[in-house]
Nanobody, 118 residues
Framework: QVQVVESGGGLVQAGGSLRLSCAASGSIFSINAMGWYREAPGQQRELVAVITSGGGTSYADSVKGRFTIGRDNAKNSVYLQMNSLNSEDTAVYYC????????????WGQGTQVTVSS
């Protein structure tokens, strides 16, 4: 089975940076896209960023110019570089994997907490 594991969350002051990583392993086959959602307290889950197997990227308006999604050197891994963080970025961040040939079977990570103080 496929496993998706996030890492890199933590506590950071406003204006600081964090780098989240997401690694997928197991029966992955071929990946169509990987990306990040976040869920802030009392708010709807929001799509933050996505990257396709071809390298195309898309971002939520609230993070454009501050966040960057890309591939790590490791196989089947992506990162989310978060700069100029503010309190509105406080949320649990979830990585997802969309596999080719498995429509409607998105695999989710367990989530990692990002807390921005001030």
């Amino acid at each position: 089975q496929v496993q998706v594991v996030e890492s890199g969350g933590g506590l950071v002051q406003a204006g600081g940076s964090l780098r989240l990583s997401c690694a997928a392993s197991g029966s992955i086959f071929s990946i169509n896209a990987m990306g990040w959602y976040r869920e802030a307290p009392g708010q709807q889950r929001e799509l933050v960023a996505v990257i396709t197997s071809g390298g195309g990227t898309s971002y939520a308006d609230s993070v454009k110019g501050r966040f960057t999604i890309g591939r790590d050197n490791a196989k089947n891994s992506v990162y989310l570089q978060m700069n100029s963080l503010n309190s509105e970025d406080t949320a649990v961040y979830y990585c997802y994997v969309d596999r080719l040939g498995f429509p409607g079977e998105v695999i989710w990570g367990q989530g990692t907490q990002v807390t921005v103080s001030s």
